[in-house]
């Protein structure tokens, strides 16, 4: 099993910013074609305008794929070209043996960006693209599978991943089996893992194209298998993303002991990596769009519970062995609001206790809002990590609507919100969120009207506690999904 080499604290996050900030720097052994010349491509007119079709015809169908394939080659070439990598290395050496300027990582990505769509409510993006979006996704997957899993020079196995990130906006089926086996995989190391989770975000914001109402995951759609298998598949990708979540292992091997009975992290220097990467997948397990999936176990006939790993965030959960940090929890109630209360055939859960949510994204606004307790504090973006909650929180109220259509988004029953749900809203705005976003006339926090009101809610968490009808249970059925309750010491 490979390990990640051991890294002090003060290191770690300088060997991250180089490899997120960069995404280059080191030399090569291997020569794709020509070291010393880039690779082109001269077909992007003929790309683009399959991409602005109503659709790929059947008898064109052969045609696209060839393209897609000759698009991938180049894509997966420029990515792993030695020149492009060496370019930070050497900034002197801007252009290549023919005169050509050398492009920027970020240059690439944004170049390959143009022939990507993104299927999402409110976009353009309609069943007429099924076809491009399956095998252009397939075409850049095979692609850029191998350089990810097998080149020799490891910076190049990251910025393949940050392309495949990217191209994974899409939602192309094609990507479940790859990223999860990148995201899963004990043998991929932590930075290239951390730019895998990235992918598996993207890879679950994007929506079924042919079908935006019911908010399905990408690959509900597919329908060149048996019943089943697209559940299986999400199911795997997301117990994946779970498991880095909860196992430090699944990040950083070695980094604990493996004893649930006695946790020990015995490697402390690597706890900052481990915080960093997990944070990561907080964020795309936070893009799962319902509370429970099925697909899950063995056999595939279990369920899983995403929204119960988001709340064992929130509530710092002794489990986790290192302890959230406010982002973490901040980017957890985002993602417990994000998820439906309803199956994915549209049917509500009933057993989803939505007390117990609330319970769980209280202590989270808590661990959230604390350091900001000090108006000085500037170790988050508050103002913008204020806001997304807000927005979350507001959109949280549309997904109790049985009859809820994300393309009309401001149109649903508000009667069907939980009392309870809005009671939290106005908490939290009163208490955390309105405070954030004032400022004075400097810019920075309103000395008067900033201050926070912590206290309040914890209050108000003791209240939803002592409660003599608590259920603690976030899914009555199950009572594996009971809320721990952390003391802070």
Not at 8 to 20: D, K, P, R, S
Not at 129 to 145: N, T, V
Request: net charge positive.
């Amino acid at each position: 099993m490979r390990t990640v080499s051991r890294m002090t604290t003060a290191t770690v996050a300088v060997a991250l910013a180089v490899i997120l900030a960069l995404g280059q720097g080191q030399t090569c052994q291997a020569q794709p074609l020509d070291a010393t010349k880039l690779p082109e491509f001269r077909r992007t007119t003929a790309v683009l305008e399959l991409r602005d079709a109503r659709g790929i015809p059947k008898e064109r169908l052969e045609e696209a794929r060839k393209l897609f394939q000759e698009l991938a080659t180049y894509q997966a070439q420029i990515i792993a070209h030695p020149l492009v990598y060496r370019l930070m290395r050497d900034p002197l050496a801007k252009t290549d043996a023919t005169g050509r300027q050398v492009p920027t990582v970020d240059t690439i990505l944004r170049d390959l960006e143009r022939f990507l769509v993104y299927p999402a409510p409110g976009s353009r993006v309609t069943i007429d693209h099924a076809d491009y979006i399956r095998e252009l996704g397939s075409a850049l997957d095979a692609a850029l599978r191998p350089v990810i899993t097998s080149h020799p020079e490891r910076i190049v196995r990251i910025n393949a991943t940050r392309m495949l990130a990217l191209v994974c906006r899409m939602g192309a089926t094609a990507h479940y089996a790859t990223v999860t086996e990148l995201v899963s995989s004990p043998n991929i190391p932590t930075e290239i893992k951390h730019y895998a989770l990235q992918a598996a975000a993207n890879l679950l914001s994007a929506y079924d194209v042919t079908d935006y109402r019911s908010r399905r995951h990408s690959n509900g759609w597919r329908n060149d298998q048996k019943p089943g298998a697209a559940d299986v598949e999400l199911a795997a990708l997301v117990s994946a993303i779970e498991k880095c979540i909860t196992d430090p292992n699944a990040l950083v091997p070695g980094v604990w002991n493996g004893d649930v009975n006695k946790p020990v992290v015995v490697q402390q220097d690597q706890a900052d990596v481990v915080r960093f990467v997990r944070r990561q997948a907080i964020r795309a397990l936070a893009q799962v769009r319902f509370v429970t999936l099925p697909g899950g176990g063995a056999d595939g006939k279990g369920r899983l519970y995403p929204a119960y790993t988001l709340a064992r965030v929130c509530v710092s959960d002794p489990r986790l062995l290192l302890s959230p940090t406010p982002a973490d929890c901040a980017e957890a109630i985002i993602g417990i609001c994000n998820m439906a209360p309803r199956y994915e055939d549209g049917k509500k859960v009933k057993e989803y206790n939505v007390e117990a949510a609330v319970e769980a994204i209280v202590a989270g606004l808590i661990t959230f809002a604390e350091p900001r307790g000090d108006p000085s504090d500037t170790s988050l973006h508050w103002r913008a990590y204020g806001a997304r909650i807000a927005e979350a929180l507001t959109n949280w109220r549309f997904l109790f609507d049985e009859l809820y259509d994300p393309t009309r988004p401001r149109q649903f029953n508000d009667k069907a919100v939980p009392p309870i749900v809005n009671d939290l809203i106005q908490r939290a705005r009163t208490a955390v969120l309105d405070p954030l976003e004032r400022v004075g006339p400097d810019g920075k926090p309103d000395p008067l009207g900033g201050r926070l009101q912590i206290d309040a809610l914890r209050q108000y968490l003791q209240q939803l506690r002592t409660n003599p009808k608590r259920n603690p249970l976030l899914f009555t059925n199950n009572p594996n999904t009971a809320l721990p309750v952390a003391v802070k010491s």
